[in-house]
């Protein structure tokens, strides 16, 4: 059984900045991809931003030069760090690991 634990969400004025952070534990796997995906109330999930286990980085043309994407091969933890925040980027993001996916946290830019 494969869990990924999500944590750093929360609300932020426009402009700030947050942290994501994904761990994955259980079954020994190799998480060749990881990455974030998004879902605002309404919309389809879309894709945030990706990164295989040899370090190649996919971004939605909305995030880049915002949002950065990394990992620790050793951990099996993916972060995003999100600067620059609009209101448009709330929604609810999810982690993924190959096929897994996170339960989601709430992202919300407010002032």
């Known amino acids: 059984q494969v869990q990924l634990v999500e944590s750093g969400g929360g609300l932020v004025q426009p402009g700030g900045s947050l942290r994501l952070s994904c761990a994955a534990s259980g079954s020994p796997f190799n998480t060749i991809v990881m990455g974030w995906y998004r879902q605002a109330p309404g919309k389809l999930r879309e894709l945030v931003a990706t990164?295989?286990?040899?370090?190649?980085?996919v971004y939605a043309d909305s995030v880049k030069g915002r949002f950065t994407i990394s990992r620790d091969n050793r951990k099996n933890t993916v972060y995003l760090q999100m600067n620059s925040l609009e209101p448009e980027d709330t929604a609810v993001y999810y982690c993924?690991?190959?096929?897994?996916w996170g339960q989601g946290t709430q992202v919300t830019v407010s002032s």
């Open positions: 993924m690991a190959n096929v897994y």
């Open positions: 990164i295989t286990i040899n370090g190649k980085i």
